[in-house]
């Protein structure tokens, strides 16, 4: 099993920065792609962040993409989400996942925490 434990979030002013971190342990080793989802209220949750293994590839949904970098470091096992220019669309209870090896789906997640942005 591997768990994730999110950190970060908050409220801040649009405009603001905040940067979430998702540190993972036990079998690590079996991670992969990690990824960042978000769930504003009475909508569907949606992928807006994944990075591959090595952080040679990432991927962002349109509406994030120039403000909104992932990033990781495989020693502390932990993935990051840069967020600038933050909007009150931002506003989403965010979550982590990471996906296992040769596994095309995440199969583990973090606790989720709330971002809100305050216009």
């Known amino acids: 099993q591997v768990q994730l434990v999110q950190s970060g979030g908050g409220l801040v002013q649009a405009g603001g920065s905040l940067r979430l971190s998702c540190a993972a342990s036990?079998?690590?080793?079996?991670?992969?792609?990690m990824a960042w989802f978000r769930q504003a209220p009475g909508k569907e949750r949606e992928s807006i962040a994944r990075?591959?293994?090595?952080?040679?590839?990432?991927y962002y949904l349109d509406s994030v993409k120039g403000r909104f970098t992932i990033s990781r470091d495989n020693a502390k096992n932990t993935v990051y989400l840069q967020m600038n220019s933050l909007k009150p669309e931002d506003t989403a209870v965010y979550y982590c996942?990471?996906?296992?090896?040769?596994?095309?789906?995440?199969?583990?997640w973090g606790q989720g925490t709330q971002v809100t942005v305050s216009s």
């Open positions: 996942a990471a996906a296992q090896l040769g596994v095309v789906r995440y199969d583990y």
């Open positions: 036990g079998r690590t080793f079996v991670m992969d792609a």
């Open positions: 990075i591959n293994w090595s952080g040679s590839s990432t």
